[in-house]
């Protein structure tokens, strides 16, 4: 089991600081637990290549750049930039000090001020993809999406193929269930290796403020790619993960099942089962109808019909440029 739930929501500064800088080794890091040190980006250089998303209303900005020239031809990365969210404990200290402002504007009560923040206000997230594949670049880039619909037999004739032959590395995966990489973020682990999970932050969350709270839990068996395999013989695992899951962030975070999304993705973009806990309030990517299944219903659709996610038809979307939307659309023509 991880270290005993430490109650409340915010921790203290120091504390924050010293896992902000593990998470951002680790991220950097292709194995590892991150460090506690000043780190590097694990490359050198950084020529834009595209602009693959931005949104000003987000603060986000998902950049491709060739790195490593100098050494070659020069290899891909992904850049994911996001400014963070205020902290108000510190925003009101430097609002009650004498922060450096520049007048915008001044029209009877209302002014507008340019106000440079101290760097522990300014923070920017930034999360590196390297080597970035042809796959992570279209998983990152802004496309028209299309629905499809995948009957049970269309699983097993197309996107089963497909996913065997080409889907993102689960590397990742299996370094954090062999504790090679994360392993002092873990929030809590049930050891079992049929029905054992380990829950802990996602990529996502910098776990600064609970707002847009989000966990994932990984299940300690192999094989179970997504939703599409799950049978009532999973249904122990999945209520183990419904339960201790939501007991585990109760514990950890202060936040009851009644504030938390609890979901799996169809399709994922990684094929090792996981759950998704996201704050009910928080609007995190991939809440829409056609990409959650809330892990409360998958239940219930396994008790009622233990191959129910066999045989129903599962609508989902893709992007104009997958692949597998080519393979739906040969079939479809065939
Ligand atoms: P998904 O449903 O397979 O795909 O979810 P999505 O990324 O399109 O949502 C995988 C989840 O794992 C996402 O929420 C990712 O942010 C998260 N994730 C991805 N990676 C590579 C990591 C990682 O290295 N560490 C952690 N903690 N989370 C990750």
Not at 96 to 110: I, K, M, T, W
Not at 149 to 154: M, R, Y
Not at 241 to 261: C, F, K, M, N, S
Request: aromatic share 8%.
């Amino acid at each position: 089991m991880a270290e005993p739930a430490a109650q409340g929501g915010k921790r203290k500064r120091e504390e924050e600081e010293e896992e902000e800088e593990a998470v951002e080794g680790a991220e950097a890091a292709s194995v590892g637990n991150g460090t506690a040190g000043p780190a590097r980006f694990p490359f050198t250089g950084f020529r834009l290549q595209k602009v693959l998303r931005e949104s000003a209303r987000d603060k986000t900005l998902f950049l491709h750049g060739k790195v490593n020239e100098s050494s070659g031809d020069g290899q891909d990365a992904v850049v994911i930039l996001e400014k963070t969210p205020f902290q108000v404990d510190e925003v009101a200290q430097l609002l009650a000090g004498n922060p450096e402002l520049r007048l915008r504007l001044s029209n009877d009560v209302y002014s507008n001020y340019q106000l440079a923040p101290p760097p522990q206000l300014s923070g920017v997230k930034a999360t590196v993809v390297f080597p970035a594949t042809a796959k992570h670049l279209q998983k990152y880039g802004r496309q028209e999406l299309h629905m499809v619909e995948e009957s049970g037999e269309d699983y097993t004739n197309i996107t089963l193929p497909y996913l065997e032959a080409q889907s993102l590395s689960i590397q990742w995966v299996y370094n954090i269930l062999d504790k090679k990489a994360e392993a002092e973020r873990i929030i809590y682990e049930n050891p079992d290796p049929s029905d054992g999970f380990i829950l802990l932050p996602d990529l996502k969350w910098d776990q600064k403020q609970l707002e847009d709270l989000y966990l994932i839990a990984i299940c300690h068996r192999r094989g179970i790619k997504s939703l599409r395999d799950l049978t009532a013989e999973h249904l122990p695992l999945l209520r183990n993960i419904q339960r201790e899951g939501q007991e585990a962030i109760l514990q950890r975070y202060g936040v009851g099942p009644d504030r938390l999304r609890v979901y799996l993705h169809y399709q994922p973009s990684y094929y090792h089962l996981h759950v998704h806990f996201t704050a009910l309030g928080h609007e995190a990517p991939g809440t829409g109808v056609e990409r959650a299944h809330l892990l409360a219903e998958v239940i219930e659709n396994l008790q009622l019909a233990p191959r129910h996610y066999q045989c129903r038809t599962l609508r989902y979307a893709l992007r104009a440029d997958d692949p597998l939307l080519a393979c739906f659309r040969a079939a479809a023509g065939s």
